[in-house]
């Protein structure tokens, strides 16, 4: 993982504002794309979501320690159809914001109010 990564996935999981980095993969499109390409053809949106779980993961993994340690990414609170939901009234609600935008607004939404 490049040096500029590693520090997004940081800036993520510690709401510090991200560097400017390259996000790479389905989760670079913006949400006018995704909500196209969803609509288009529903089940891409499972290949989206799996980004967005896998992206997260990186992130918490990523994270220092004593940040979002024990973060249940899947709570039962709001499992993986509640989470696509998120993500779709996200970017349907922002079709000019970049689906990464609704993944780390997902983020935060899982981690809970601020303290």
């Known amino acids: 993982m490049r ?3 590693i520090a997004l996935c940081v800036g993520l999981a510690t709401g510090a504002a ?6 790479v993969g389905i989760g ?6 995704f909500n196209a390409q969803v609509l288009e053809n529903p089940s891409s949106e499972r290949d989206y979501l799996a980004w967005a779980q896998g992206f997260m993961s990186g992130a918490l993994m990523r994270a220092p320690p004593g940040v979002d340690e024990g973060l249940d990414l899947l709570p039962p609170t709001m499992p993986l159809p509640d989470q696509a939901a998120f ?7 922002h079709p000019e914001r970049d689906y990464m935008d609704a993944v780390r607004a997902l983020y935060h939404r899982l981690r809970g109010p601020a303290l």
């Not at 991200?18 to 996000?23: C, D, G, M, S, V």
């Not at 993500?87 to 609600?93: I, P, T």
Request: net charge positive; proline share 5%.
């Open 3 to 5: 040096l500029p990564t």
């Open 18 to 23: 991200a560097q400017e980095t390259k996000i």
């Open 28 to 33: 670079a499109a913006t949400c006018a794309r």
């Open 87 to 93: 993500l779709r009234a996200f970017c349907r609600e």
